[in-house]
């Protein structure tokens, strides 16, 4: 053997043992979901109300919900100067009863790129998620090099409500390069105590993707959301222990529609199912199973922001009524204004939560109850006079 073709005999061999190592890894136990809690509100007075968030930068965008086991609403999104930009990072609010908290980073660029030794470009995208034993856990997005396709996904966690946060680790998603996986919507319970969370993937091709995680948070699976077209950012919800629904934001060519999977065994495989006959621009959407059982969408309608709405659906999907614009507004000065990426919670005494950017500058808070859902469906979703939000300029 020559002494030039011995590297490549050991990269060979390197790269069986690493493929037979996988092939024998033991597989996880087959996965269960925690399907949320019933809730049973009793009759109230429909009630809606909508208020700003602090300022934290002059650009924000791209809200994340979370409650705590006291019942604190908890709010994070990313801010600067504009998106993308190295001065953006994680801000944090808490709802009191006075009102919503001064926003606090919890992640910073320079912060992250000490705690993950390496050079970072910008932040994005955050996502929070309370676990049962009460843990705060802050998923979040970074950029070495490129643009958002060159994207790796970081995890930290709170156990004091937020107050303090460990040092970020980033999750290794692909063996080779570990880039071009995204986060925006919020993980899954497993019966296991480990999290199924809906990422995607961005570079050369688009595609919704499910992260399996054990209790320790090492990701144990990875499986893709098959589509005829380009999607991203997939909005999952269980319908049982076995039943998933996942809706998909359209990135393909031409007018955009909701794009739909669905998974019959806990997340091990998912089927493409035909899209919702509901026009979409290419943006996130939101989506809630609520105590009920019924499912409520948020999303941008036609082909732009300028009008947020929300649909219900009482067959675990597949049909959808439209409840009307929470915000919708009008061209100005050659500018179409924006309210988008929407985030929903329901809260443990039944109050529905909404987030969104607003209009680039904040976010927007709204409550509102499933008495005020009941309206808008029997209004058949006529747009609702909404009051004016709180710190409204």
Same mark, same amino acid.
């Given at each position: 053997?020559?002494?030039?073709?011995?590297?490549?005999?050991?990269?060979?061999?390197?790269?069986?043992?690493?493929?037979?190592?996988?092939?024998?890894?033991?597989?996880?136990?087959?996965?269960?979901?925690?399907?949320?809690?019933?809730?049973?509100?009793?009759?109230?007075?429909?009630?809606?109300?909508?208020?700003?968030?602090?300022?934290?930068?002059?650009?924000?965008?791209?809200?994340?919900?979370?409650?705590?086991?006291?019942?604190?609403?908890?709010? =994070?999104?990313?801010?600067?100067?504009?998106?993308?930009?190295?001065?953006?990072?994680?801000?944090?609010?808490?709802?009191?009863?006075?009102?919503?908290?001064?926003?606090?980073?919890? =992640?910073?660029?320079?912060?992250? #790129?000490?705690?993950?030794?390496?050079?970072?470009?910008?932040?994005?995208?955050?996502?929070?998620?309370?676990?049962?034993?009460?843990?705060?856990?802050?998923?979040?997005?970074?950029?070495?090099?490129?643009?958002?396709?060159?994207?790796?996904?970081?995890?930290?966690?709170?156990?004091?409500?937020?107050?303090?946060?460990?040092?970020?680790?980033?999750?290794?998603?692909?063996?080779?390069?570990?880039?071009?996986?995204?986060?925006?919507?919020?993980?899954?319970?497993?019966?296991?105590?480990?999290?199924?969370?809906?990422?995607?993937?961005?570079?050369?091709?688009?595609?919704?993707?499910?992260?399996?995680?054990?209790?320790?948070?090492?990701?144990?699976?990875?499986?893709?959301?098959?589509?005829?077209?380009?999607?991203?950012?997939?909005?999952?919800?269980?319908?049982?222990?076995?039943?998933?629904?996942?809706?998909?934001?359209?990135?393909?060519?031409?007018?955009?529609?909701?794009?739909?999977?669905?998974?019959?065994?806990?997340?091990?495989?998912?089927?493409?199912?035909?899209?919702?006959?509901?026009?979409?621009?290419?943006?996130?959407?939101?989506?809630?199973?609520?105590?009920?059982?019924?499912?409520?969408?948020?999303?941008?309608?036609?082909?732009?922001?300028?009008?947020?709405?929300?649909?219900?659906?009482?067959?675990?999907?597949?049909?959808?009524?439209?409840?009307?614009?929470?915000?919708?507004?009008?061209?100005?000065?050659?500018?179409?204004?924006?309210?988008?990426?929407?985030?929903?919670?329901? =809260?443990?005494?039944?109050?529905?939560?909404?987030?969104?950017?607003?209009?680039?500058?904040?976010?927007?808070?709204?409550?509102?109850?499933? #008495?005020?859902?009941?309206?808008?469906?029997?209004?058949?979703?006529?747009?609702?006079?909404?009051?004016?939000?709180?710190?409204?300029?």
């Amino acid at each position: 053997m020559t002494r030039a073709a011995r590297p490549h005999l050991a990269l060979a061999l390197a790269l069986l043992a690493l493929g037979w190592t996988a092939w024998h890894a033991p597989r996880p136990e087959a996965p269960a979901f925690v399907p949320p809690p019933a809730r049973s509100v009793g009759a109230a007075e429909p009630r809606f109300t909508t208020r700003l968030l602090p300022l934290a930068a002059p650009s924000a965008h791209a809200s994340t919900l979370a409650e705590l086991a006291d019942g604190t609403l908890l709010a =994070a999104w990313f801010a600067g100067s504009r998106e993308g930009a190295d001065d953006v990072a994680i801000y944090l609010s808490r709802l009191e009863p006075s009102g919503w908290s001064p926003p606090r980073a919890i =992640a910073t660029r320079e912060q992250t #790129a000490r705690e993950l030794r390496r050079h970072l470009r910008k932040l994005g995208n955050p996502v929070l998620h309370v676990d049962p034993a009460g843990r705060l856990h802050l998923f979040f997005v970074s950029v070495s090099l490129g643009g958002w396709a060159g994207s790796s996904i970081n995890h930290k966690f709170s156990d004091d409500g937020g107050e303090h946060w460990s040092p970020a680790r980033k999750l290794t998603t692909t063996p080779f390069l570990n880039i071009s996986t995204l986060v925006r919507n919020p993980p899954l319970m497993l019966q296991d105590g480990g999290l199924g969370l809906p990422v995607y993937h961005e570079f050369v091709v688009k595609h919704g993707e499910w992260l399996r995680l054990d209790a320790s948070g090492r990701i144990t699976d990875k499986v893709r959301m098959p589509h005829a077209r380009d999607t991203l950012q997939p909005a999952v919800v269980a319908l049982d222990a076995e039943q998933a629904l996942a809706l998909l934001r359209d990135a393909g060519p031409g007018p955009g529609r909701v794009q739909v999977a669905r998974s019959a065994d806990a997340g091990r495989h998912w089927q493409m199912a035909p899209a919702l006959p509901i026009p979409h621009s290419n943006a996130s959407m939101a989506l809630l199973r609520l105590g009920d059982g019924s499912l409520l969408m948020a999303g941008n309608p036609g082909s732009g922001r300028a009008s947020l709405l929300l649909y219900r659906s009482r067959d675990a999907g597949r049909s959808w009524q439209a409840l009307g614009a929470v915000e919708t507004g009008q061209i100005r000065n050659g500018r179409e204004p924006e309210f988008s990426y929407p985030a929903l919670i329901q =809260a443990r005494n039944g109050d529905i939560h909404l987030s969104y950017t607003w209009l680039r500058q904040g976010i927007r808070h709204v409550v509102f109850n499933t #008495a005020w859902l009941e309206t808008r469906e029997r209004e058949g979703g006529r747009e609702p006079a909404l009051p004016p939000a709180e710190g409204s300029p």
